[in-house]
């Protein structure tokens, strides 16, 4: 157990290191920051001060020794746009995207699994269908226009829900959260419906067809044949040997919805992260851009580990020796 | 006279698909009493397994029961509600069935599907469900029962499956087992075990037993009736002796030779021609004619049963013997 925990832990600098090294270099092809963030009227010398100033005169490989020996120590470097501590800026716009996302992965898995089991069990009801054929809608449309389409009609028609921003916050444990207050969660409701709806359908699909193929299994007509009540033979016998697949779906999808929020937050202007990485890019914020990216790994790595100890803890048959091999 | 365990009267299962109606069950009758074993033959599709999971109420659609009562201790299951069944299932009447490999779930321990077994009928703790399932784990004969409710269905081989799957069929002493060729997946040996046992188990309990194969070696040594099937009907019904040594309808007749034998070595057996008929498409009259040498145009009709003499079954016009 030590020993694996130990050999992804490894595992996991080496991605980063690796993950760091692509972003730099392709960071460097793209452009000179001095060309956006100095002004235009700023005379020669001004410039040279400021390429000076970012350590942008000295070759790209000393660059990156420097950042990575500062790396080491825990210091991901200064923002070029803002000159405080990349890292900062990061793990200050984090709360809300990690709320946006819990949020969004708590309506999924809330919704998803329920629906999936009810269109599992009753395949030819008119439910079931209905269920399917909204699910085939919900991973359809892009993102950004159900986003568009759930303000028009619920901020602008019928303005019950605001339109943008994440609203007044309440300190739990000194982060910020929304959910807390009344009008936090009416901020929350919307982009998290958003960005629940595609992931929404995809547990739904998956969690009925793992039920279809359950059900089928002689295992399931052997708890039958013991007596057993339906809520038991569904609730524990099928659920648990389908929730494999469904874990995994989860942490893959959670994982995507922290590192991919940014269509949704721009839409509501959510101030998360996503935001924060769009502005980054466009002025060339190289140490914005790197802190934002190894953040986001390990946040990957992270649930990965989660989802692989689920594995275990789910299925006798997986044991984390065989994960190794 | 005592109430048959479980009497059988005119069972129709038929499934209705899109290509028509199957008649997988059509007018079966038998009965077994305490303590006694039934065997139940036949072929793939001959309506053996339809018929056990009708007893137990669990045909699923597109299937249905149609027609027929089935009795069990005297009570009529067809008249009874979903739960009324469910609470009869794993408790008054239980299964075993094919494949050890298929039947446990692979994801909770032996101890916790066999308690639940008991705590689905009965309300007893936790404590007193683990203890009964400790008890019936080394009723079946496996060895140190304590450890091994913690153990998954995977750290098993199929013999022991099949034990555990025995145990939890006899935990709550059902009044009646409906084994659905249990062995057939198992070597030899281990065949030879679980026969033994699960024949002294019955005994023991004074269940009935209904065991449904298509092996007749096994029903041979292990029933003390036999009931024929073939095409959703019973064609032959009696006491095995009898009716394995001296078959009275050609199809048993067929199956009895087709069966090595150490005393026929070197001849080539002797097999029944032709297929037995699709379910979906059966010919009207008795199902066999057109595989049966003896069949004439008095076929085309539906043969009834004649009783014998010595208690005997059959369907046929043209019997082997006089009845």
């Known amino acids: 157990m030590i020993l694996y925990a130990f050999r992804r832990l490894l595992e996991s600098v080496v991605v980063l290191f690796a993950m760091s090294l692509v972003v730099f270099l392709s ?45 080491a120590a825990g210091d991901l470097g200064h923002s070029f746009a803002f000159n405080v501590p990349a890292i900062g800026l990061i793990l200050e716009r984090m709360p809300a995207t990690l709320e946006l996302a819990g949020a969004a992965m708590l309506v999924a898995v ?74 936090g969660l009416r901020h929350l409701l919307l982009p998290a419906a958003t960005l629940a709806l595609f992931k929404l359908s995809l547990l739904a699909r998956l969690t009925r067809a793992g039920t279809r193929e359950a059900l089928a299994q002689d295992y399931v007509k052997f708890a039958r044949a013991k007596g057993l009540a339906t809520r038991r033979v569904v609730g524990v016998h099928v659920l648990k040997n389908i929730l494999v697949p469904i874990v995994t779906v989860i942490g893959l999808e959670l994982g995507s919805v922290i590192a991919f929020a940014i269509v949704t937050e721009t839409i509501f202007a959510w101030p998360g992260m996503g935001k924060l990485l769009i502005d980054a890019i466009g002025v060339l914020d190289r140490p914005v851009i790197v802190a934002y990216l190894l953040v986001t790994v390990t946040l990957f790595v992270l649930i990965n580990l989660v989802v692989d100890l689920a594995y275990s803890a789910l299925d006798p048959r997986v044991r984390l020796a065989e994960a190794r091999a | 006279m005592t109430v048959a365990t479980l009497r059988v009267e005119n069972l129709r299962t038929h499934f209705f698909t899109r290509h028509g109606v199957v008649k997988a069950v059509d007018g079966v009758s038998f009965e077994v009493r305490a ?30 029961i149609v027609d027929g009562r089935i009795l069990l201790e005297g009570r009529d299951l067809r008249a009874l509600d979903a739960e009324g069944l469910r609470a009869l299932r794993g408790d008054r009447v239980a299964m075993v069935f094919q494949d050890p490999m298929m039947t446990l779930n692979p994801v909770l321990t032996i101890g916790t599907q066999l308690a639940e077994t008991v705590r689905a009928h009965r309300r007893v703790s936790r404590a007193a469900a683990r203890d009964e399932a400790r008890a019936a784990l080394a009723r079946v004969g496996i060895a140190s029962p304590d450890a091994r409710l913690a153990a998954y269905p995977h750290q098993f081989s199929g013999g022991m499956r099949q034990r555990v799957a025995i145990a939890i069929a006899l935990i709550n002493r059902p009044a009646l087992v409906i084994a659905d060729e249990p062995t057939t997946a198992l070597d030899v040996t281990i065949q030879g075990q679980i026969l033994a046992e699960m024949q002294s188990l019955v005994r023991a309990s004074g269940a009935a037993l209904v065991w449904i194969t298509h092996d007749l070696a096994v029903v041979a040594g292990l029933a003390d009736e036999v009931a024929v099937m073939y095409a959703g009907r019973i064609v032959e019904r009696g006491p095995v002796d009898a009716v394995l040594d001296r078959p009275l309808h050609p199809y048993t007749r067929g199956l009895v030779d087709s069966v090595p034998s150490r005393r026929a070595r070197g001849e080539p ?25 003896r069949a004439s145009a008095a076929c085309l009709a539906e043969p009834g049963a004649t009783l014998t003499r010595d208690g005997r079954e059959v369907r046929c016009f043209h019997p082997l013997e006089a009845p």
């Not at chain 1, 001095?34 to 790209?60: C, F, K």
């Not at chain 1, 054929?133 to 028009?152: D, E, K, Q």
């Not at chain 1, 943008?164 to 009344?182: A, E, I």
Request: hydrophobic share 45%.
């Open chain 1, 110 to 183: 809330g919704l998803g699994i329920p629906l999936g089991l009810w269109a599992g069990l009753r395949p030819e009801s008119a439910s079931a269908k209905a269920i399917m054929a909204g699910s085939i809608l919900g991973f359809s449309l892009p993102t950004f226009w159900v986003g568009l389409v759930l303000v028009m009609v619920f901020s602008v028609w019928l303005g019950w829900l605001p339109a943008s921003g994440r609203g007044p916050t309440t300190d739990l444990l000194g982060v910020p959260v929304s959910f807390l207050s009344r009008e």
């Open chain 1, 27 to 71: 960071v460097y092809a793209i452009g000179n920051p001095v060309d956006i963030l100095v002004s235009p009227q700023a005379d020669a010398q001004e410039i040279e001060r400021a390429i000076r100033g970012l350590g942008l005169d000295r070759p790209l490989w000393e660059q990156y020794a420097v950042f990575l020996r500062q790396a």
């Open chain 2, 269 to 293: 057996l002797r097999q029944i021609p032709g297929m037995a008929p699709s379910p979906a498409a059966l010919p009207a009259g008795c199902a066999f004619r057109s595989r049966c040498d």
């Open chain 2, 35 to 64: 303590g006694r074993i039934l065997g139940l033959v036949g072929e793939s599709g001959s309506g053996k397994s339809v018929t056990g999971f009708s007893i137990l109420g669990l045909v699923d659609p597109p299937g249905r």
